[in-house]
């Protein structure tokens, strides 16, 4: 293929993207210049992070927690107003003094919330170290436990979610869950002492209550059982739809625990299990083991026995 025929070939393929931009289905934004930015995102949430566990991951980054404060103002303010420009279709050019204050006034509220969200996460990662025999010490814990990561991501991300932010909620979570495997929906409501131990593939709704002392091995879903539709078939949002998980719950790895159901204090719900129904406090429930086939190799060569 020579150049013309190279430069026809890209100019065809630009011109049929061009009238797939101008649609107006809402999957683009060629200009970009309203929409939160990703790589901007993750920099304040990781620079959050460091005002959670100072020196854990940006040491020496920044002389004092008031600059990296002062950071996270300015840069988170600017994300959630591309965020509410975007969800209100305004010109962002045009952006008053008003809506400036306005998400500086969301930012600060949620900046507000740190030392608080500390406390709790100084519970966590005591839970994580109470309930792993693995656990050598809190800096192993901090530097290396995807499942502390991913909590408090959530749990940053979960006063966004409170104050209506758009968008950079799902951001933040759904950057933990790139980075650790893990998916829990800003929304989620997650109480003090929670460990998600190994972690993979653990999912957790929106609508999902977990109490305190909660532990989850990987694997596990606490998800929605059904999906029910309006009368013009569109999924209906915002409903209960995902379990509540009482205080010192433990979930084994597997487990699809699944609708708007409660789960009492004190229950154990053992790997694999399927539960779309509430326990009462202090239920221990199990799977039924698989059967196994077994076959004896013949180790003289001979084959199976």
């Known amino acids: 293929m020579n150049r013309l025929e190279k430069k026809n070939a890209l100019n065809a393929i630009h011109d049929e993207l061009q009238k797939s ?76 003094n008003g809506c400036n204050s306005k998400c500086d006034t969301l930012t600060l509220a949620m900046l507000q919330r740190l030392p608080a969200i500390r406390e709790i996460m100084k519970l966590d990662v005591k839970a994580a170290y109470n309930g792993d025999p693995a656990a050598k010490n809190y800096d192993e814990i901090i530097l290396s436990y995807p499942g502390v990561k991913a909590i408090a991501i959530q749990r940053l991300a979960h006063e966004l979610y409170v104050l209506n932010v758009p968008l950079i909620p799902r951001m933040m979570t ?45 694997g596990v879903t606490l998800g929605a059982a059904n999906f029910p539709k309006n009368a013009c078939g569109m999924l209906i949002k915002g409903n209960k739809r995902h379990p ?7 979930i084994y790895s597997g487990a699809s625990v699944l609708g708007d159901i409660t789960i009492g204090d004190n229950s154990v719900i053992g790997g694999n299990v399927w539960l779309a129904e509430s326990l009462p406090p202090g239920t221990k429930i199990t799977a039924l083991p698989p059967e196994h086939r077994k076959k004896f190799l013949n180790t003289t060569g001979g084959g199976e026995k």
């Open 21 to 96: 931009y101008a649609d107006g289905f809402g999957v683009n934004d060629a200009g970009g210049d309203s929409l939160p930015r990703r790589s901007e995102v993750i920099a304040v949430t990781e620079k959050l992070l460091e005002l959670i566990f100072p020196g854990f991951d940006r040491a020496g980054t920044y002389p004092s927690a008031a600059v990296l404060l002062g950071d996270c103002m300015r840069e988170l303010s600017d994300q959630i107003s591309r965020a509410m420009h975007r969800m209100s279709g305004d010109d962002c050019d045009s952006c008053t």
């Open 174 to 218: 759904e950057y933990a869950h790139s980075v650790t495997g893990i998916d829990i929906h800003p929304g989620a409501k997650i109480g003090s002492g929670v460990f998600i131990d190994h972690g993979t593939g653990v999912v957790v709704g929106e609508t999902a209550v977990i109490g305190d002392n909660v532990r989850i091995y990987q």
């Open 244 to 250: 509540t998980v009482g205080n010192n719950v433990t």
